[in-house]
């Protein structure tokens, strides 16, 4: 029976034993530790790579054996009975305070309401569509519209005390971004006041302005330079390596650290039961992946979960190089090696040499030895396959963006492709399928209102030349060629989706090469 979690209850009402663990005091050792070399640094520094051989850190905890003295089912009590809180500190991806960032007192951390987002069924007729029962993880609903907010929660609260505590005054935080995580990083530095000043980098004419607009209304400080999102990266790295500031990509482990918060979230979700499901998650500079496995092999090391679920990476024919380095059978004959992205409708996805990438091999490599080989997948799926699954699952109650479609259409290749026949237990397959970045909805969003309004003015100019008589214009004069139309009001005009309908939907109804041309981005090879 699933406990009923509330607010408002008061400390003395909790069981006796839980009491003193409900309300956490700092504690732990948190150390930064290199990837490659193993060294290790203080936390106090603000460092991204090692200074001797420039490996990626993780962070540490080098006290969290004191984790294990509890058994699992201590953990999961506790996490469900915090719920019932009302410690605004505690309430959102600091609930798993322990897991996150023991070291950060609670006056320091920052909460704008960030995480808990509902994961929301498939209704039957998506799911019959599909293939198999799953469930939508709507990250979209962060406080910035994307799960970004929840490794800025931890990144700038890390930010938020190491100012106070070693009175460093204004410190400033830089990102390259192709739209959320500009939005996030200005947002919560924004709640900083005068502690941070926010910069952010975008490639130009590859951000909307509906997102271009979120960090410039938080009062950050907006660049754009040429080139794509890779080409800010190598700008923001360059910066963080000479200069004293907070870098807030995923390079930052404080951020992978928060990010680990949507696995908790999942396995609190499903009573920390995940035997036999699978996790389905869009990959593009790859954190949130690395987050997700870090997450669950540490809820398998604490006894928190006794099983680890299936998880399976997502990436763009666009923008594929996980992808294409797992395609080698061979760990031996590996090789990873960026590749040049082209213009995707998941344009936050855009990333042709992933930061997290070093995380991804290591993780990858230590899941597959506790949950075997197949635990882990990476599929890759075509423009085509991303709008259709996005607009598939719009239309059947979910408020999935470009991100939210490669998700689906990722789970309904690896269903093509049997990666879930044969299950790691005895336990029937089930999917969470991870809408993680829903900032790009408001892009989708202003593109289907300027098509809409051009198709309305086509129809009430035609009525009212039909009734004095006159032929009607062309769709063409609207700017709509002839060709678009049934697309067009298919995309604009609400109809219901039907089983019945497969076929037709699967013979270009929707065609991912308009979006580039209303977009006016370079068309390629679908």
Request: proline fraction near 6%; charge should be neutral.
């Amino acid at each position: 029976m699933r406990l009923i979690k509330g607010n408002n209850v008061k400390l003395d009402q909790f069981p006796e034993d839980l009491r003193p663990h409900l309300i956490p005091a700092p504690a732990g050792e948190m150390v930064y530790r290199c990837l490659e070399c193993g060294a290790e640094f203080d936390i106090t520094d603000l460092l991204y790579t090692c200074p001797k051989c420039r490996g990626l850190f993780m962070l540490v905890d080098k006290n969290e054996g004191r984790l294990k003295e509890k058994p699992g089912a201590f953990w999961r009590q506790l996490f469900d009975y915090r719920k019932m809180l009302n410690v605004p500190a505690l309430k959102g991806v600091f609930l798993f305070y322990e897991l996150i960032a023991p070291i950060i007192p609670l006056d320091r951390i920052i909460y704008l309401g960030e995480g808990h987002t509902p994961q929301v069924a498939a209704n039957g007729d998506l799911a019959c569509e599909v293939g198999r029962t799953f469930y939508f993880k709507n990250d979209g609903q962060n406080p910035s519209a994307s799960f970004k907010d929840r490794g800025m929660a931890a990144a700038l609260s890390y930010l938020n005390f190491l100012v106070s505590s070693r009175h460093l005054g204004k410190i400033l935080s830089i990102c390259a971004s192709t739209g959320d995580t500009s939005a996030a990083a200005a947002l919560y530095g924004a709640y900083l006041g005068d502690k941070i000043a926010s910069a952010v980098i975008l490639p130009h004419g590859k951000v909307t302005p509906q997102q271009l607009s979120q960090p410039l209304g938080s009062g950050a400080k907006v660049l754009e330079i040429p080139g794509v999102f890779d080409d800010c990266m190598k700008v923001v790295e360059n910066l963080a390596d000479h200069y004293q500031v907070a870098l807030l990509n995923s390079k930052n482990s404080w951020r992978i650290r928060g990010q680990e918060s949507y696995a908790y979230e999942i396995a609190q979700w499903f009573d920390y039961d995940l035997a036999g499901k699978s996790l389905v998650v869009p990959v593009g500079n790859a954190g949130n992946i690395t987050a997700v496995m870090q997450g669950l092999l540490r809820l398998h090391d604490l006894g928190i979960i006794e099983a680890l679920p299936r998880v399976i990476g997502v990436q763009s024919r666009h923008a594929n190089p996980v992808f294409l380095y797992y395609l080698e059978a061979d760990r031996g004959k590996r090789v990873f090696v960026p590749v040049t992205v082209t213009p995707s409708v998941a344009q936050a996805a855009m990333i042709g040499n992933p930061v997290s990438m070093p995380r991804v091999i290591r993780l990858v490599e230590e899941y597959r030895g506790r949950a075997g080989e197949g635990s882990v997948a990476v599929v890759q799926v075509t423009e085509q396959e991303i709008m259709d699954s996005m607009l598939l699952a719009n239309r059947h109650g979910h408020i999935a963006c470009t991100q939210g479609g490669e998700s689906l259409a990722g789970f309904r290749a690896a269903v093509a492709a049997g990666l879930l026949s044969d299950p790691l237990s005895q336990v029937p397959q089930q999917a969470l399928l991870a809408v993680a970045i829903a900032a790009a909805v408001l892009a989708i969003t202003g593109f289907c209102v300027s098509i809409a309004s051009g198709m309305r003015q086509r129809r009430t100019e035609n009525a009212l030349l039909a009734a004095l008589g006159v032929p009607p214009r062309s769709a063409e004069a609207f700017g709509v060629n002839e060709a678009d139309r049934k697309w067009v009001d298919d995309l604009c005009v609400p109809q219901p989706f039907h089983v019945a309908d497969r076929a037709q939907r699967r013979t270009g109804a929707y065609r991912a090469q308009d979006l580039y041309s209303r977009q006016r981005l370079p068309q390629s090879e679908f």
